[in-house]
């Protein structure tokens, strides 16, 4: 089945640093990535969706200024945190899929902590 | 209304027990639809989709579409404890880019 590989998928980092996350489909090409943020016990919230070689559409109430999205290839994607604070600790999943017929992936998340 | 609506749960049986969770959804246009299991601390994985109303067995699972009351159903069958997850369910607009989940129901099977 399709892959899709997230890395890290644990960091901790100290608050005002910036942390990178990948998101690469292994054995397909992804059209669309997708970003989501979950805390414990909840629903993945989408934050951003982003095509390939375009800016990334947010979520109303995700500052976009903050949560950088890079699409550059068919096969990844990144998220950068920047200026991390506390309160962006969280779970962060990507997912990807091939076309607008193809089910949708997920990376096993990235569990970040800011110190 | 939430376009989609998923009972939290929890939701705990004894092992063997056949599982039914369910989904409701208030958009018709929804035209093929996904359960995904997600363990803790895991992404969520693909478990079935169908595009069709009726049946999709796959094992164990069963997947249940009633696109006239707009209501999916993930049955599970002989429910293992390795079956303990949040299982979402997502209806899919055929084009449409982002997908809406249900909140998700968290299951326990109990040995």
């Known amino acids: 089945g399709a892959v899709v590989s997230q890395h890290p998928s644990r960091v901790i980092c100290k608050s005002g640093t910036s942390v990178k996350i990948e998101c690469r489909s292994l054995?397909?090409?992804?059209?669309?990535m997708f970003w989501y943020r979950q805390f414990p016990k909840q629903s993945l919230m989408l934050m951003a969706t982003s095509n390939e070689g375009s800016k990334a559409t947010y979520e109303q109430g995700v500052e976009k200024d903050k949560f950088l999205i890079n699409h550059a290839s068919l096969t990844l994607s990144t998220l950068t945190v920047t200026s991390a604070h506390p309160e962006d600790s969280s779970f962060y999943i990507c997912s990807a899929r091939g076309g607008s017929l193809s089910p949708l992936h997920f990376g096993n998340g990235t569990r970040l902590t800011v110190t | 209304q939430k376009e989609v609506e998923q009972d939290p749960g929890p939701l705990s049986v004894p092992e063997g027990a056949i599982v039914s969770l369910n989904c409701t959804y208030s958009?018709?246009?929804?035209?093929?639809f996904m359960w995904y299991r997600q363990y803790s601390r895991k992404g969520p994985e693909l478990l079935m989709y169908?595009?069709?109303?009726g049946n999709k067995e796959d094992g164990r699972f069963t997947a249940q579409v009633d696109k006239s009351s707009k209501y999916i159903s993930l049955f599970i069958r002989d429910s293992q404890p390795s079956d303990s997850a949040t299982y979402l369910c997502?209806?899919?607009?055929?084009?449409?880019?982002?997908?809406?989940f249900g909140q998700g129901t968290r299951l326990t099977i109990n040995p």
């Open positions: 169908t595009y069709s109303s």
């Open positions: 054995d397909f090409q992804a059209t669309t």
């Open positions: 997502a209806p899919v607009i055929q084009g449409a880019q982002k997908l809406v």
């Open positions: 958009n018709s246009a929804f035209q093929y």
